[in-house]
Each structure stands twice: as structure tokens, then as C-alpha cells.
């Protein structure tokens, strides 16, 4: 199941966790926000009315997640998505609601693959290359589904 939340507090952890490790993200060339981008767009953002709609989109990855519950912290700042063991997400909502529906799959199988991560001592680039590959193998047999 997913549970997601938002909080002036979850606002102020992403923020620190940014500035935390700037130099890293500058180093990897990540994108990350302390400040809110179109204040039009996401000024007043209605975090319910989102979360149901991610929800909805997510519905049809639940093979994902319906067995465990991961908890999505839904915040203006930070980089798109980052994960806490054991089912903790940083997700950023100042984007398509098709981007985030897929860094929020994305950290899921971070979470999900840590333990062979671990087992393997795979370094940043194998562990994102892990998880690129079973997001691939997910959505093909996401489509097979689909198709039968
Ligand atoms: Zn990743």
C-alpha cells in the first residue's frame, strides 16, 4: 500500500537533505529545487487532490507494492525522488504528474533491490543501472498484461 504525506516538516527535511549533500548532486549532475519554481503552478498546491490522483495513476503498478507499505513524502524541494530504507520516499511534485508517477516506481525498486545492492557492493552507477533494468522488466510485463 502506498501512504502518502505532507508536511511543513517533510519540506524543511528535503531542504537539508539537499544542501547536506549539494556538492555530491552537483558532482552526479542531479537536478534539485530550493525554491518554488512557477509560483502560479505550484504555489498553492492541494497535496490531497494529488495524492489521489497518483493513486490512481499508480494503480496499475501494484504487483509493486500491494504487498508492503511504502510511505511518499510529497514535497515542493530536494531532487526527484529519493529513498530511506526500510520504505521511506522523498518525492519532488514540481513536475508532470507523469514524472513523478515514474521516480516514485523508480525509488520503490530502489527500495525493493537494496538488499542485492548491498550483497553485490554495487557502486552508484551499477545500483541505477539494477534499477533502470527491473523497471524495464516491470513495464514489459506490464504490457504483456495488458495485452493477454
Ligand atoms: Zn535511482
Redesign the pocket.
Known amino acids: 500500500m502506498l501512504i502518502f504525506k505532507h508536511n511543513f516538516f517533510i519540506d524543511i527535511r528535503a531542504i537539508s537533505a539537499t544542501i547536506l549533500r549539494k556538492s555530491w548532486l552537483d558532482r552526479k549532475g542531479y537536478i534539485y529545487y530550493l525554491l518554488t519554481i512557477d509560483k502560479d503552478k505550484y504555489g498553492k498546491i492541494d497535496y490531497n487532490k494529488l495524492a489521489n490522483e497518483l493513486s490512481q495513476e499508480l494503480k496499475r503498478y501494484g504487483d509493486l507494492f500491494n504487498d508492503d507499505d511504502y510511505i511518499i513524502l510529497l514535497t515542493k524541494y530536494g531532487v526527484y525522488g529519493s529513498y530511506y530504507l526500510p520504505n521511506k520516499i522523498f518525492i519532488n511534485i514540481q513536475r508532470d504528474i507523469k514524472d513523478i508517477v515514474a521516480t516514485i516506481i523508480?525509488?520503490i525498486i530502489?527500495l525493493r533491490v537494496e538488499d542485492i545492492v548491498k550483497q553485490k557492493r554495487l557502486n552508484h552507477e551499477e545500483?541505477?543501472e539494477l534499477?533502470e533494468d527491473m523497471l524495464k522488466e516491470f513495464t514489459a510485463k506490464d504490457r504483456q498484461k495488458k495485452e493477454m
Open positions: 523508480h525509488e530502489h545500483k541505477e534499477v
